[in-house]
Structures are given as C-alpha cells and as structure tokens.
C-alpha cells in the first residue's frame, strides 16, 4: 500500500492516524469540509497538503480508502471506492491493524481518555521510551494528536459502536464505566458488556489497569495480570494528601502501602489525580523509576480542550474544556470552584447532540447549578441526527436551570455569546469557562481575536 486517502481527514482520531502513515513514508491525501480546524496546522506539519472537499475523483487513485465513522456508505467516496474495488476501512478497523506489529497501551473509559493518553505519551517520550501515538486532541508536549515512534503504540481506545474491539491491548487501561452514547447503548448493562469484551483481548502476559474504587471496574475479568488505581488504600496504586490551587495538583503517591513520592502536576480536580495513578500503574508495569515520573509529571503541559487556559480577557481568566457529559460536567466545575475559591464562574456550556441532550436533560441542569451564572449555546447537533428540536430542547434545558434558581442567558451562535460578554461582563473579573464537544471554544476566541 503507497497511497491512502481519508475521508473526513480533519477529524480528531482520523487526522491522528493520516499523521503517523505520513511519517511512515504513504502517500496521503484526504477530504474534508473546508471549514479551518485545530488539525488543519497538525497535518500540515506532517506534510499533508493534499486536502480537498469531497469529490468522486479523489479515490480514482489510491489504495485504499479510511473514512470517519461520522460516514457511511452514501458517502461519495467510500460509495465509489466501494464500487471500484478498492479497500475501504473505519478508521477503528485501520487503527486496529495498525497494532498488529506492536505491543499497545490502550486507554478506554466513559471519561478521561485523553487527559490520561496525553499523560502515558509524554510519560514514555520524557523517559526515552520513543512511543507511537494516536490521540484524541492536541498534546501540547508532543506538539500534536500523534506521534512516530518505535515503542509502545499509545491510543485511546473508544466504547462508542464498540470501536475498541477492532484493538489489540498489550496494557488495557479502564479509567471509569458510565452509560453514555444513548443513541447506541441500551443501557449501563451493555455498557459494561462492551468493556468487558474489551478486556477479553488482553493476553495472558499483558495487563489490565482499572479504577478500583468503582465496582463495576472491579468487576472486569482478565487472563493478564490486573493493577487497581484509586483513592482507597485497598488499591495497589492510591493517593493520600491531595492539595490543588489555582489549577495545580500535588499529593502523595503509595504503592500496596508503601510511599513512592509526591507528585505535582499542572491539572485540576481528583479526577485528575484519578488519571495520574492510572499513568502510575504504567510507569510501574514497565519498571520505570519514580524519579523519572514525577520529572515527567512536573514538565507535564496539558491538553488542548481539557481545562486549557486560552488567556485574559479585561479581567477575566479564560479557560475552555471538552466535557460534554453531566458527569464529567460535574467534576469540572466542582474542581474549578475547588481550585479557584475566591473566583466568580461564568459557564458557557453548548449541548452535544440532542440525544445525549434529551436523554439527561435534567442530569444536565443539576450539575450546571454548581457554576455561579450559565450561558447556553443552541445545541451541536450531529450530522446523524434529523430534524430541529435543537432550538426548543435548549430552551428546555435553560428552564430547568433557572427552575433551580442560576441565572441563564441563551444565545443562537458563537457570535452572540461573545458580543454578550464583551457588552456585559467588561472591566470584572473571575473565570470564564467555554465547555462542550463542540465548536464553543470559538466564543472565548473571539474574544481575545486568536485561533487555536
């Protein structure tokens, strides 16, 4: 195979994966919309500069096609390809032969994939362990979703449509088991089946590193070997002594009872903590010393989307974050506030997919009364999904926050939102936080008139 060619090119995993078959010496080329992504400047670096909209004549050519799970086979070019006789995969399926040669580290979880494969993958870069990489957003150690390398191939390994099962785990973390993707999960019994599937793969010699204090991981069964991270002391890896301020953690790490050291690192929330550990347990799997991890640690620059400070605006502090979720909704603002006591919070939350928005509308509302005041974006609707309840189900969910007694503004657009806070939170400080899987980011750009 000299050429591949990627349908939906500028999509967090798949422009990952188009990076590292550019590195390995393909001919790559994609499609896309022609909208400017975060990823536009990531391939770019890898000398990918063949990007055009979708067109029937892009795949007369190649060798084969990996298209976005987003896409399915009335795509244009997955249809013609299809037609032709060309190879045609899901990006999970072509991930998932991409770790056939390779002893993999893979990161699963409801919450917390990417914070924690950021954390592994500058973990074994700092310690010269030269890992392979494919993650969902931007590491700003590594400077991108993925890198090259003759290690372990670090990954996130998602549940959705039961992607992960095209993987290979050598080393299977489960950060947590939480039912989400209403679409395509019944419930949380299926949920966990799919996990458990997951987990059915690792190999006698391999390793399964789980949240202990959640009793669903602790139901997980492995042939390998299996590693308990948490904050109970029943846990092989735990922590004790958690202080956190102003975006910064530091606690003590054990190992069966036995002090290892103390580590810090620029994150926010036990969550974060939770996150640590789990990296823990790897550095420990691979007898990497504990100097080592918390030098790593401590160079640790974060994530781009998870809690990422963008800058000040006046005299507000603005950060942005992935979570879409009320969980993970839930334990970002109770951090924030933990972190930042003395800071009013302004949330500008914009719902993701109105399935999820429907499914725990009220979940929604209950943990969005933990931020001071609420800005609603009109929900980010998925190309799946038909119709415009959008509208109505945001109006909705604004009720059920101002039923619990927070004050709501809604806003239609990126632009809407901005111009509200430039017209009424000028010359005041505190903490603005942009937070969904969407575009919302784009609010707190416009602000300070910088792109990501």
Not at 150 to 169: I, M
Request: with cysteine.
């Amino acid at each position: 195979m000299q050429k591949i060619h990627f349908v939906g090119i500028k999509g967090s995993g798949t422009s990952a994966l188009a990076q590292i078959y550019a590195r390995m010496g393909m001919n790559v080329t994609g499609s896309d919309s022609s909208d400017v992504f975060f990823t536009d400047a990531l391939l770019q670096g890898a000398g990918i500069t063949h990007i055009v909209t979708p067109s029937a004549d892009n795949v007369t050519d190649v060798d084969m096609v990996c298209h976005s799970p987003a896409y399915g086979d009335d795509h244009i070019e997955i249809k013609v390809a299809k037609e032709k006789g060309i190879p045609v995969r899901t990006y999970p399926e072509q991930l998932g032969q991409l770790m056939n040669d390779k002893q993999t580290i893979l990161v699963s979880g409801t919450h917390g994939k990417t914070t924690t494969t950021s954390m592994i993958s500058n973990l074994l870069l700092k310690t010269g362990l030269d890992p392979m990489v494919v993650i969902g957003s931007k590491n700003y150690d590594i400077g991108s979703n993925s890198r090259f390398g003759d290690g372990y191939l670090v990954a996130e390994a998602c549940e959705y449509r039961r992607s992960f099962h095209n993987y290979n785990p050598t080393i299977a973390i489960v950060n947590n088991i939480d039912f989400d993707h209403p679409d395509y999960f019944h419930d949380l019994e299926d949920v966990f089946s799919a996990f458990q599937t997951f987990v059915d793969k690792v190999p006698a010699t391999g390793a399964l590193v789980a949240w202990g204090d959640q009793e669903l991981c602790r139901k997980l069964q492995t042939v390998g070997r299996t590693m308990f991270f948490g904050m109970e002391t029943d846990n092989d890896i735990y922590a004790t002594d958690v202080e956190e301020s102003r975006g910064r953690l530091k606690f003590r790490v054990w190992e069966r009872g036995a002090e290892l050291g103390v580590i810090e690192v620029r994150a926010l929330g036990h969550h974060n903590v939770l996150n640590v550990l789990a990296s823990v347990c790897v550095s420990r799997l691979l007898q990497v010393p504990f100097t080592d991890v918390q030098a790593a640690f401590g160079e640790f620059s974060g994530v781009y989307r998870r809690f990422d400070y963008l800058g000040q605006f006046d005299g507000l502090e603005l950060y942005d974050d992935y979570a879409h979720h009320p969980n993970e909704i839930e334990t970002t603002l109770r951090a924030t506030k933990l972190s930042f006591p003395e800071d009013t919070l302004l949330t500008v939350f914009q719902p993701h997919t109105i399935s999820r928005t429907k499914k725990f509308l009220e979940d929604f509302a209950q943990a969005l009364t933990l931020s001071d005041e609420v800005m609603l974006v009109k929900i980010f609707q998925s190309a799946r999904e038909q119709g415009d309840d959008a509208q109505a189900l945001t109006s909705e969910l604004a009720e059920q926050i101002r039923s619990r007694g927070k004050k709501v503004i809604v806003v239609n657009n990126l632009e809407e939102g901005a111009d509200w806070i430039r017209r009424e939170k000028s010359s005041r400080r505190g903490l603005i936080l942009t937070m969904g899987a969407g575009d919302v980011r784009g609010i707190a750009e416009q602000l300070l008139s910088v792109k990501a």
